[in-house]
């Protein structure tokens, strides 16, 4: 019996959280409007991989060291850390203290924890070589810039104020987070709330970029939501615009733009 309960105890799933299960299953939902539905492969196929691999019970793939440190709850070592950072020796009280740590503080705590012996997850090391370098967003401008056709901008330069009032996007959604906050609802500090905000523009690497800096323990959060959303517009467009217009107006045909040169585009 002793056995069978040691065996039960070392599986992954008796240690099995509730935001693991939830984010296991939005994974597994990404993967399967992915690779069934063909929506936006290129973004949902990745995301949801790397949502499986970070929430693996006890894996530990997105954990930097000193996140399995106090994932372990080794009394001794959080005393240890605790005593660093002058605080209570318990996980609650030293993560507040660690939110309002210098950064250079954190990588002490985090030096401290490899030490110690832990070490960072593959997923966390790609998060601070790739996010935090802040060279992942750059090489995903380059990208998106390389695949976007401005020919009809060109053509149709009148189509450019719609671009910038999709902008309006970003000051709705902080005045959202920062109404939340306000209320009691979602505690949520104006550098997050502003974090936030991005996704209102539906541009992802922007997104990335400005929750890198001002929000980084919302980046996963919001590069989900982000990508999530601007892969989904094919489900969510087609309600809004057939409330918003009518069947006549739906079956105008759109005339053919000119046609714009490369050397047009390249100047």
């Known amino acids: 019996m002793e056995s069978l309960n040691a065996l039960l105890q070392g599986m992954g799933l008796m240690h099995l959280g509730a935001g693991q299960a939830i984010m296991l299953l939005v994974s597994l939902l990404l993967l399967w409007l992915a690779i069934a539905k063909k929506f936006e492969p290129l973004l949902l196929l990745p995301i949801g991989f790397g949502g499986l691999l970070s929430n693996i019970p ?56 490899v030490d110690m012996g832990y070490t960072p997850g593959v997923l966390a090391l790609f998060y601070k070589v790739a996010i935090g370098s802040g060279v992942a967003p750059l090489v995903i401008f380059m990208g998106v810039g390389a695949m976007t056709d401005f020919g009809p901008l060109l053509a149709n330069p009148r189509t450019l104020l719609l671009g910038a009032a999709a902008q309006f996007g970003i000051f709705a959604t902080v005045l959202g987070a920062l109404t939340l906050n306000y209320f009691g609802l979602i505690s949520f500090t104006l550098p997050q709330a502003a ?73």
Request: glycine share 6%; proline share 5%.
């Open 195 to 267: 974090a936030i905000g991005i996704i209102g523009g539906a541009d992802g690497p922007t997104a990335i970029y400005l929750s890198g800096k001002l929000a980084p323990e919302l980046l996963g959060a919001i590069a989900v939501a982000a990508y999530s959303y601007m892969a989904l517009v094919p489900l969510i467009q087609p309600p809004i615009m057939k409330a918003l217009t009518t069947e006549t107006e739906r079956k105008i045909r759109m005339v053919q733009l000119r046609t714009v040169s490369k050397r047009e585009k390249i100047l």
């Open 58 to 113: 006890e894996a530990g793939l997105a954990l930097t060291a000193l996140e399995s440190l106090l994932a372990h709850h080794d009394a001794g070592q959080l005393a240890v850390i605790a005593a660093k950072l002058h605080c209570a020796p318990d996980v609650h009280a030293i993560k507040e203290a660690l939110a309002l740590a210098l950064p250079s503080v954190q990588n002490q705590m985090e030096n401290l924890a």
